[in-house]
């Protein structure tokens, strides 16, 4: 249901093609537990004192595709507030985590920051890696907005919605 005007109240469906599967949450997370290198990992932090937080999965339709994203934080028993670990994203049949969304979107959709060789500065960054950063940076003030009840977290949504757009476009 939108809470945007003048769409409030209006009931919004997303229709999938038929024939074609499209993970949910519960499969995406079933992916994160079954993968070899995730599920090492969270069980290796799970022990010793401290333990694994699974923060709230961002589900975003995004054109004919499903983007989700969901935080890993880490919290030992003497502290009082966990530590962020990983970000999973997922896109399609693609998975990857890393230490910030940044760098997930990054492992998923397969580009990175390119260096030059032979002085080892940084090469003008490609479009798909600045709308990576674009989100990314998004992201963060669309977390800030929701945790601060914000009334722009909606407008920060569906721009990240339409970089997520064009993010899909480049990869085709």
């Known amino acids: ?21 499209i993970p949910g949450p519960a499969q995406i997370e079933s992916s994160i537990d079954t993968n070899p290198e995730m599920s090492e990992k969270l069980t290796l932090w799970d022990e010793g004192g401290s333990s ?10 995004v054109n004919n595709a499903i983007f989700y994203v969901e935080p890993i934080y880490i919290q030992a028993q003497i502290a009082t507030m966990p530590l962020l670990k990983q ?18 979107m990054e492992k998923v959709f397969g580009v990175g920051v390119k260096v030059e060789a032979e ?6 960054e490609d479009p798909l890696t600045a709308t990576i950063k674009t ?23 569906e721009e990240i919605k339409k970089l997520f757009v064009a993010l899909e476009k480049y990869k085709k």
């Open 1 to 21: 249901v939108r809470n945007d005007l003048p769409h409030y109240g209006e009931i919004l469906a997303y229709v999938f093609p038929k024939g074609q599967p």
């Open 52 to 61: 694994v937080i699974r923060g709230n999965m961002l589900v975003l339709p």
């Open 87 to 104: 970000v999973v994203v997922a896109a399609g049949d693609r998975i990857a985590w890393a230490e910030n969304f940044d760098m997930a």
């Open 119 to 124: 002085t080892g500065t940084p090469v003008k």
């Open 135 to 157: 989100i990314n940076e998004k992201m963060n003030q669309y977390k800030s907005q929701i945790q601060s009840n914000d009334p722009n977290a909606k407008q920060t949504l």
